[in-house]
């Protein structure tokens, strides 16, 4: 086995960039995720049974169909249709819809998970349905769900990579950049493996860490 | 203070109350009691509307509980509920949980709501479980802020959904010892319960239910030693 780093020195700055991009389309991506999927996780638990449909479908079709092939229908099937998205904006709206989709069945989960004997008590002291959810349901579904959570983020992390396809200079395509222009087959890649790697274990350090705090107190 | 006319509720096919009358005045302390399946608990439950009535009216006070909308929370705040399982705020602390309500649902400042929690809490007896979180508290403890917590919101009317039948045997008195002295100062009480000492001591009147109906209410006294229906007196030799 031989492997030569020595490339690094000269193209360290494509890494660092990829990374740096890889971090901007997760960030977004969990931002929107999360927002979004908190609204499907309640429409889902809608009583109107249109909201709950929509929510339930919306849930479905995204987490049943492969994130490359929605990638590539946003970004090129929808020029289609007029609609013209920068690669990058593309790249957020993809991880966007997909985090969204598992994220609310983490949170649906998450909310039925806690007893319904607390939102009675809520609802009996007079506190509105949205306030008892705000105030009394999700802080404790929140805690339970830290873990799901934390699977979520680093799946997306990694599913970010997918969107090289639409020439998103993200970690996974600047690697292959670098690959081309040495003609190293696998020493780039083991970098950008590396480094998601560095990403991912940060974040469920981070997690852990967080995990504790809330459940000392 | 409450009127109920006709009261009905179903699960599915299965007719839990076929039409419930009776009326509770102000000051009167109340005490359902009956076989499980009875419907006394969904019955209580029907009073806030934590469970939707399916037929009949409910009025509280001036208003018609049964077709508030919007009403119904502020309906809710003058109505106190405790609960079997007391269903105590776990994330927060006692003191949160007796002030949470007051400050987001009637806006009352943190201090005045702070004064109100540590008075309540020092009539429970546990001014000094200010801090601590509720599952640090045994289950007399528990259901003792829980009453503090109903009462926090100053409601005109107390609902004890079986308050004591979760508790060990000893944990008990605590609770039922708060109750008779909320009763004492005049709080309007209804009781679900199967403490038929504490109904016999501190109730005004009993309402026995069966199959989803009243069967017979008076004095506790006299429907305790005295039942005038089969199925009272069947009843009450079983649990007496």
Same mark, same amino acid.
């Given at each position: 086995m031989n492997l030569d780093f020595s490339f690094f020195g000269e193209y360290s700055s494509y890494f660092l960039d990829g990374a740096w991009m890889t971090l901007k389309l997760s960030v977004f991506g969990v931002l929107f995720g999360t927002l979004f999927g908190i609204l499907f996780a309640l429409m889902r638990l809608s009583r109107i049974w249109i909201v709950k449909f929509i929510?339930? %479908?919306?849930i479905e079709i995204i987490r049943g169909t492969p994130m490359l092939v929605q990638i590539l229908i946003i970004h090129y099937g929808l020029t289609n249709f007029g609609i013209n998205l920068p690669a990058f904006m593309s790249g957020v709206v993809a991880l966007t819809i997909?985090? %969204?989709?598992? =994220?609310?069945?983490?949170?649906? %989960?998450?909310?039925?998970?806690?007893d319904k004997g607390q939102t009675e008590a809520a609802r009996s002291l007079g506190?509105?349905?949205? =306030?008892? =959810?705000?105030?009394?349901?999700?802080?404790?579904?929140?805690?339970? =769900?830290?873990p %799901?959570?934390?699977?979520?983020?680093?799946?997306?992390?990694?599913?970010s990579s997918l969107v090289s396809v639409i020439g998103i200079a993200e970690l996974l395509y600047n690697s292959r950049a670098v690959q081309s222009v040495t003609y190293l087959p696998m020493e780039p890649l083991l970098v950008a493996a590396a480094v998601y790697f560095v990403m991912t274990f940060t974040l469920s350090q981070l997690l852990n860490l967080l995990e504790r705090r809330l459940g000392k107190r | 203070m409450i009127e109920i006319q006709g009261l009905r509720k179903s699960f599915g096919s299965n007719e839990v109350l076929k039409g419930i009358d009776a009326t509770i005045q102000k000051g009167e302390v109340v005490a359902v009691i009956g076989p499980s399946?009875?419907?006394?608990s969904t019955f209580l439950r029907c009073l806030n509307r934590l469970e939707e009535p399916t037929g009949g009216t409910i009025r509280f006070k001036d208003n018609d509980v049964t077709s508030a909308q919007r009403e119904l929370n502020v309906i809710r705040q003058k109505m106190g509920m405790v609960f079997q399982h007391f269903n105590l705020f776990p994330h927060m602390s006692v003191m949160e949980n007796l002030t949470i309500t007051p400050r987001k649902v009637k806006g009352v400042s943190k201090e005045e709501a702070e004064k109100i929690?540590?008075?309540? #809490?020092?009539? @429970?007896? #546990?001014?000094?479980?200010? *801090? @601590?979180?509720? *599952? +640090? #508290? +045994?289950?007399?403890?528990?259901?003792?802020?829980?009453?503090?917590r109903a009462l926090a919101m100053q409601p005109e009317v107390m609902l004890f959904d079986e308050p004591t039948s979760a508790l060990d045997p000893e944990m008990v008195g605590e609770v039922l010892d708060v109750m008779k002295r909320l009763a004492q100062n005049g709080m309007t009480m209804v009781i679900v319960?199967?403490?038929m000492g504490f109904a016999r001591e501190v109730a005004d009147r009993l309402i026995f239910m069966d199959g989803?109906?009243?069967?017979?209410?008076?004095?506790?006294?006299? @429907?305790?030693s005295n039942p005038q229906h089969a199925r009272t007196k069947e009843f009450l030799s079983k649990v007496l």
């Open positions: 929510a339930s %479908a919306y997909n985090s %969204a989709a598992y =994220m609310a069945e983490v949170f649906r %989960a998450g909310i039925q998970a806690i506190m509105s349905r949205g =306030m008892a =959810m705000r105030l009394i349901v999700l802080p404790q579904a929140f805690r339970n =769900m830290l %799901a959570i934390g699977n979520e983020l680093i799946v997306i992390i990694k599913d | 399946g009875s419907g006394k929690a540590l008075e309540l #809490l020092r009539t @429970v007896g #546990l001014e000094e479980k200010r *801090d @601590v979180r509720p *599952d +640090s #508290l +045994s289950g007399g403890q528990k259901q003792r802020i829980a009453i503090a319960t199967h403490e989803g109906y009243i069967v017979e209410e008076g004095n506790p006294r006299e @429907v305790l």
